[in-house]
């Protein structure tokens, strides 16, 4: 699993992610807050790799709760809300075990400190991704909230001189039954600040939980529907001025010559900034700054990619891969048995380079000056985003001010800095503070793209049909090698190859390889559901080939290959039961099944897809049956996976990121298009009931629903989709 | 020059030239920053405002052919009756993940429920499909619009 990988990364060899082994003192501590009330420190485990071998002086607390005179609960968290969710779900966890009512829990955005707030799952990064953050916080924010309660009902035993085992606590107050006492939570929390903190506190078992498991309605909602949310490219710090900006068309190309004149004749244009690879227009509005930004005439050095297309990236990938690469899984015999097996069946799939084109443009504010520079972004790594900030403005890092925002979408866009760095880069020429804010066109064509990959797969099946070797092998980007250069270790890193090793399936022989191939000059980064995106298409499209080449029912075959993955099964059966497999369809219309065990949640959906005579797809309805372990917000489970089958449909059908002549071929949403309200399917949900810990939310959808509509695709049609995005003219019937 | 434009029931003098789209107008002149830039060419929707009631993308409506008519943004849509049954129909519906694009998904459901106060699938499907939403709420943004028609 990618993330026990990333984890014992930050924890250091020998260690285990487990929190349970920590002693109390080293997690959590407790203290008077500046403004006088309750201040609990925690360390999540693992924040850093010196936690253990730090002493008592030396605790690295990297999430803060405070209780304050007037009730309220201020959480100060690493972690960014970008509509996951977790700005809901995580406080829901804290509220349970402290007996406050949801909306009395406020968050403030952790400021820029990888020190304090490193992502255990991350590596130590301070960031939000990987559907990463209930994992992280799911056990340290439920004993902070115990503990918390603990020492507020010892402040109100001591007080009333009762003993605590005869208070409780309840809705925001302690409460002596005895007596009928009662105080607010607020009143006790600056006597609650000098009690000892209890060594060991018992957590609610899930049949007691009020708050967990309920659909509770997410606190960011109502400033969202009213239109007072600030996003980072909402910010107007007095005085800010708008730009916006050419880069090169073809990546590494650099500016020959500007001609600037018509651009500061349009009036409200103030200034035009020239960069080795860029020039900006900064005016008073963004209206000004597009205008003289299509007056400007620039000239371009291409640089050694001019003559850049896909088909050379596709080429090479494919070259690659006809030698042997890193081996990720090596599990049995491959060769002795391919050599018995009764069947063989080869593929070769890829899928394309992709944009997040998240809703926000990219953009960024900042104020550079000699002495200091602030900076006003939505972003998913706020510690990066300080340190290439004072980087590229020559100034030490607490001179630095990085103001975080909610974000218009992240889907792992803003798990990156190279927007901070341009808007600095900009800032630095300009005497105001200016808002830097991408074009459409520009955010599209300079975006950092999920890779291309080329894959190679075959299977030996036995004289029954089922596969009794498995042999993949494929090229492509490894983002983690330019991310978290310690990841990447002998040609392998445990994103790129997430979701195509361990399996769910039973396969006694079984071999995986991995090359690391970088497309020249284009920038590639996480998309929503990152390796996975491209491992669980090749893998469930792959498999629904073998139970056809067997002559199987794609879930059957599935099923038998189970047995020893019970919450697979269950899922698997789930979806097939509630989606009527098997059922009678239309003619033209077909049901693809996927499962997959990615982000420690089992999942597994059923596409029904239509195809046209004209080879046009529509996906009718999709059915999800998902086990992430114990459910925070059920509601926020429905919504992630709901939000989540859009996004991958909309990568199935239309994603696709092409070159020529070095430059980015789609420029906006005509030319890259997503799923609208007139094509979105309907979607059901299925959540099984757990116990297990909680799996990650936020990608999962994404990457199932992929090979379940090009399985349905091929039961409506007979015909077998190895490349991506679906090629209508393919499916045309003759 | 400078424009007058009505701006929620509010007169408001600009200086700008006549070609500068609208929405610069309200996010950078008058730092009304509810209305969202999401692609400038009427693709997405996300600038979406209400101009005599109808839902109109804000960044390819210029200034200069505006004149007086009434321009109504997401700070003011909850004034009116179908804006605030859409408000709320959002909220109980729970309908937002990022959000950036709910402000123009609400003007235009708001238009749409003000001159259709019954709208059926197709209908809501020709009004809202100019609106794209990145986070896929696309089903809830669907039975929010019913949860309003029926209140």
Not at chain 1, 2 to 28: C, E
Not at chain 2, 55 to 77: F, H, K, M, V, W
Request: glycine share 10%.
């Amino acid at each position: 699993m990618i993330l026990d990988r990333l984890t014992s990364l930050a924890a250091g060899p020998g260690r285990s992610p487990s929190a349970n082994g920590l002693s109390r003192r080293r997690v959590l501590q407790a203290g008077v807050a500046a403004s006088g009330g309750l201040l609990l420190s925690l360390s999540l485990p693992f924040a850093n790799g010196d936690t253990e071998a730090a002493d008592a002086e030396g605790f690295s607390p990297n999430a803060f709760i405070r209780i304050e005179g007037d009730g309220r609960v201020i959480l100060t968290m690493p972690y960014v809300e970008m509509g996951q969710g977790t700005y809901t779900s995580i406080p829901m966890l804290i509220a349970e075990e402290l007996e406050v009512d949801l909306t009395q829990v406020r968050l403030e955005h952790a400021p820029p400190n990888e020190k304090l707030y490193g992502n255990p799952l991350l590596g130590g990064v301070q960031g939000t991704g990987g559907s990463t953050a209930i994992r992280a916080v799911w056990k340290p924010m439920r004993q902070a909230g115990a503990i918390a309660r603990t020492m507020l009902v010892a402040a109100a035993a001591k007080r009333w001189n009762v003993d605590p085992a005869s208070c409780h606590a309840q809705n925001g107050e302690v409460l002596h039954a005895p007596t009928g006492r009662s105080a607010k939570y607020g009143d006790l929390a600056a006597d609650a600040a000098r009690m000892t903190v209890p060594e060991t506190v018992a957590l609610k078992q899930p049949k007691d939980f009020r708050l967990i498991g309920t659909p509770a309605k997410r606190l960011d909602t109502p400033a969202k529907v009213n239109g007072t949310t600030v996003f980072g490219i909402d910010v107007r710090p007095p005085g800010v001025t708008i730009a916006t900006l050419a880069q090169s068309p073809v990546f590494g190309g650099r500016v020959k010559s500007v001609d600037d004149a018509a651009a500061k004749a349009v009036k409200g244009v103030r200034q035009i900034v020239r960069l080795d690879d860029a020039v900006a227009v900064v005016a008073d509005h963004m209206g000004a700054a597009r205008k003289g930004l299509a007056a400007l005439a620039i000239e371009w050095n291409d640089g050694p990619h001019a003559t850049l297309g896909t088909d050379n990236i596709l080429r090479e990938l494919e070259k690659a891969t006809l030698n042997s690469g890193a081996v990720a899984q090596n599990t049995g015999d491959i060769d002795k048995a391919m050599a018995s097996a009764v069947t063989k069946v080869e593929a070769n799939y890829q899928v394309p380079f992709l944009a997040h084109a998240a809703m926000e443009p990219m953009n960024c504010t900042v104020h550079v000056r000699k002495d200091g520079c602030e900076v006003w972004v939505g972003n998913q790594v706020i510690a990066r985003a300080q340190a290439a900030a004072a980087k590229t403005a020559g100034l030490p890092l607490d001179k630095v001010v990085v103001h975080n925002h909610l974000i218009g979408g992240g889907f792992g866009r803003r798990l990156e800095i190279d927007g901070v760095i341009r808007a600095v880069q900009i800032g630095q020429h300009v005497d105001s503070p200016v808002k830097v804010v991408w074009t459409r066109e520009e955010d599209i064509q300079h975006d950092m793209y999920r890779p291309y990959f080329f894959d190679r797969i075959s299977a030996g099946l036995d004289e029954k049909g089922m596969p009794v070797a498995w042999n993949h092998r494929f090229a492509g980007s490894s983002i983690l090698a330019r991310w978290l250069p310690p990841a990447f270790n002998n040609g392998l890193d445990p994103d790129t190859t997430d979701g195509a090793i361990n399996l769910t399936y039973a396969l006694p022989n079984m071999h995986v390889e991995y090359l690391r191939v970088e497309p020249p000059g284009i920038p590639t980064a996480f998309w929503r559901s990152v390796g996975p995106s491209h491992n669980v298409f090749v893998v469930e499209s792959f498999m629904d080939e073998l139970a056809a080449a067997a002559k199987q029912d794609p879930v059957k075959y599935r099923q038998a290959l189970l047995d020893k993955m019970p919450r697979a099964k269950a899922v698997l059966e789930l979806a097939a039961e509630k989606a009527g497999w098997g059922e009678k369809l239309p003619q033209g219309v077909g049901r693809g099944v996927s499962i997959q065990f990615v982000f420690g949640t089992y999942l597994a959906q059923i596409a029904e897809v239509e195809v046209s005579k004209d080879g046009a797809v529509r996906v009718r309805r999709v059915v999800c049956a998902v086990d992430c372990g114990i459910v925070v917000n059920p509601d926020t489970v429905r919504a992630q996976i709901q939000g989540a089958i859009i996004f991958g449909i909309t990568a199935a059908l239309y994603g696709e990121i092409t070159l020529k002549d070095g430059r980015v071929e789609q420029t906006n949403f005509d030319t890259y298009q997503m799923l609208r309200m007139n094509e979105a399917p309907v979607i059901e949900v299925h959540i099984v009931q757990s116990g297990e810990p909680p799996g990650g939310m936020g990608e999962p959808g994404t990457s199932a629903i992929v090979p379940a509509v090009t399985n349905a695709i091929f039961a409506a049609t007979g015909k077998r989709l190895r490349k991506l995005p679906i090629d209508s003219a393919e499916l045309k019937s003759a | 020059m400078a424009f007058t434009i009505k701006v929620n029931g509010v007169d408001r003098i600009v200086d700008v030239d006549g070609d500068t789209p609208l929405l610069w107008v309200l996010r950078d002149v008058l730092g009304m920053t509810g209305t969202k830039f999401g692609c400038g060419m009427a693709l997405c929707g996300a600038c979406t405002v209400q101009i005599d009631g109808v839902a109109t993308r804000s960044c390819i409506t210029t200034i200069d052919g505006i004149g007086t008519s009434e321009i109504t943004t997401i700070e003011a849509i909850g004034a009116t009756t179908a804006g605030a049954k859409i408000q709320k129909a959002w909220l109980d519906q729970e309908v937002v993940q990022c959000g950036y694009c709910q402000s123009g998904q609400i003007m235009s459901a708001s238009a749409l429920l003000a001159s259709n106060p019954h709208p059926n699938d197709a209908d809501i499907d020709d009004a809202m499909s100019g609106n794209i939403c990145r986070c896929g709420t696309y089903l809830r943004i669907r039975e929010a619009i019913k949860q309003a028609a029926q209140t």
